[in-house]
């Protein structure tokens, strides 16, 4: 009896684990209805939002992102700093894009819409409307949950930084009023700023959107339900849990396309959903390719892809200002049918943004304070990607006899815009929005590939794999990521992390001299002798050459060093250097002369700012140079032809 | 004339000008021999003792390169501000040459006569060149009355693209336009020539009137004039594409190979010079012989 009574007990308490365990219990929970009003560009919505507070004290007002808001006029933080222009596409200043926020109350409860009121945290800007406070009448307790009825506005601008309308194509991101991210006993709700993204809690959305028919539509998460109604809308509903924004697409031009995707190891089953605009169609193959690649690399490097679906969207060539972004389980990409198959703009951006989904999407890095741990770790890993697919060195252009890779690519940012600024600043603390870029992206994923040469290519693919794995579906600080990197590969790396990702200083090593002195006989007063050198001796003998080079370190950070020295005999030397000293002199006392000295042989280092001096040859080897003179003389001949008047 | 017979009389007269081909070839070598010290030790200084560099053996690496200009632009950039400054000086000098081709080409050889070339050729240069240069002058006339066809054109065609996502009407818009500004451009060079062609024949001092009197010639026989222009706009086409696939054909991965692919360049810098005189030659003949059977631009 006894017996049973304690099995029963256990059973019992089984059963309410698991009742517990299927109870919501994220952060967020927003069940949003909303209306696209196609001709006025404004989405009409109401939205419940169920927030639970899961700090360990009570929490009396919250902040919430009002991101359209900074496109309501030219005095917004956002238009201050990016002069009204992003990306290379400007904002039509007749065609402003707001969010008005026309009630909020608990549900059931008190009005809090009296209280709403604009805050600037990062810059006071009293123009700036693009986060917002309401207070609550009673703190909200730890543990406890808070209901919002909140009704709303969302009028869209003319497709500028990611969002709005062009004709009849809208791409709707950051469109409802969204709670910022309560942690260590404040809110992190920044402004909507020119350089930075987003950051927001993990939680389950059910929107049901309400729009003309005739619209092709996709969103974020899986399409759940769909109603026809008698005034010749339809209304989409779409359910998401583990995701932390939901953003959504329409247009009647939008061919869609529906492709299963699977994978043995790790078990992969989702749907790609390609809505291609129709005069993109000739993309789809390169669109399809490039996402399956996507959804095998980053699954297998760095864990199963979870939704249910993924949907790329491709924005019509006058919209361009939406392409190249991320939202959970949708991206943009971009590109045109004119575009040659060696110009991988398509497929490099289908991976970046894809990639976004693991690095922003399922690691909810804060994009405000350390954009690095989204941009420059997916920046990583889509050049390892696009190598791994396209070919190294020839992996974003490969037209004829002229190439780049990735790798290539990303340098060219990174060695001439990322010395301002550390890598870890915040989003709207860099320079200049050249400079966020360089370091963010650039100078991050070259950093994490010398990294990765530095431990080892399979302990750095274990580190990201243990970074995705334990951080998924959380918010990690770079902190988090350096301890997981230490910890994988079992060696303190503060000295690496705390140079290249907190300091804007430079790594450059050259060869800075490099000769081959024959050794002379004795010749001179020698204790008290004179010496001559010996006239007979023997024409053929072996002469012997002091050979030296010099290594400069001309940078300001350090790297450990490998020198490969070459001999003309095609003897090879190999030393290391823990390149802390401004200099090293390696010298040999050998019968031959030297060829040849060059600093990191196998190209491990590739934050090197200058890989051009990084060798030097005894004798120089003039045909590179001949055949590019050769080559710019014909031209300029070529041109003068044309020159007659 | 007819247009066929003016072409091969020009083609036929610009071999027989052989030299005067080779002193086109020349006077564009010289100015090359100006920019390629500059290249070569600007490179030589950069690139030869890097082994980086070795790449632009195989091919065009866009990396290496981007490097060379990020961190030695600033001699990259001094060199072709010195290239600007270079094709400046060949436009004036091309003035000169024209002076020097069609006086030339007026002048010639006779049967068992020996002409030498140089007197000839420098004195029609000297000659014309005052005339030629005003021409130059007065000639934007007809390139701001381009500029203003294709701004209407602008005009006329932005309406459609506007908002347009239609991708393959964008570009066939574009290259609409690129062909009627090459068309343009086209027509406005064969007016140039013409004058040109009007002023060495009649020696006239009269350059503005001879370019409307040409404009009016030009107009008049426009599907003969046009139709001469195109046989060797065609031509230098179908040699630029000889060209192109001798050029492929080498591949410049050594020494030898280098130099080979250079000497191809040079011979078809050499076959621009034997078309540009062929055209004027043709021109002219085609000028000549309308001009004795209707005295039509008098």
Redesign the interface.
Known sequence: MKKILIFSILVLLVLVGMGLASTNHYIVDYRIQAKLLTEEKIISGEEILTWLNTGDIPVSELQFHLYLNAFKNNRSTFMKESGGSHRGFSLDKDRWGYIDVTSIKIQGGPDLTPSMEYIQPDDQNPDDQTVMRVSLPEPLPPGETVSLEIIFQSKLPQVFARSGYKGNFFMVGQWFPKIGVWENGAWNCHQYHSNSEFYADFGVFEVELTLPEDFVVGATGKQVKEVENSDGTMTYTYYQEKVHDFAWTACPDFVEIRKPFTLDNPPVQTEMIFLIHRSHLKLKERYKESLCNGLEFYSQNYGAYPYETITLVDPPLNALGAGGMEYPTLFTSMGSCFFPEGLRMPEMVTIHEFGHGYWYGMVGSNEFEEAWLDEGINSYSEIKAMDHYYGEGRSMIDLGSVKIGDLGYQRTSMMGLSKRDPIMTKSWKFYSSASYSANVYAKAAITLLTLEKYLGENVMAQVMKTYFQRWKFKHPRSEDFFAVAEEVSGQELDWFFNQFFKTPGQLDYSIGRIRSVEIKDPHGIFKGELMEPDKKKDKTEEKTYKNEVVVFRKGDLFFPQEIQIVFENGEEIRETWDGQERWKRFEYFKPVKLKMARIDPENKIPLDINLMNNSRLLKPNKTPALKLSLGFTLYFQELLTLLSF | MKVFESYSQGIKRATIEIKMVFLLWLI??L??VG??PQ??NY??K????????????K??????F???L???GDKFSAIISF?GL??IG??LA??F??GGILFTLIHPKKANQKRRLAPVFFQGGGKFFGRFLRL?IY?LVLWIGIGIVMLIIHLILSPITK??????L??GLFLVRGAIALFLVFLV?MI?DYTRIKIVIQDTRKVFLSMWQAVGFVFRKLGSTLALYYLYVLTAFAIFILYWWAQKAVK?H??LP??I??VI?QI??LS??WL?IGLQAAQMKFFQAAKTKTSPIE
Request: net charge neutral; hydrophobic share 50%.
């Open positions: 564009n070598i100015f090359a920019i390629y290249f070569s490179l030589n950069t690139i030869s003792r890097s082994i980086a560099a070795e790449n632009f053996i091919y065009f690496d866009l990396h290496t981007f490097e060379l990020i961190h030695q290239t270079l094709i060949y436009i091309s003035v040459l024209n130059v000639s908002g347009s996502t239609n991708e393959s964008m570009l060079k140039l410049t050594s020494l280098i130099l692919a250079f360049g078809f810098i621009r010079g540009r």
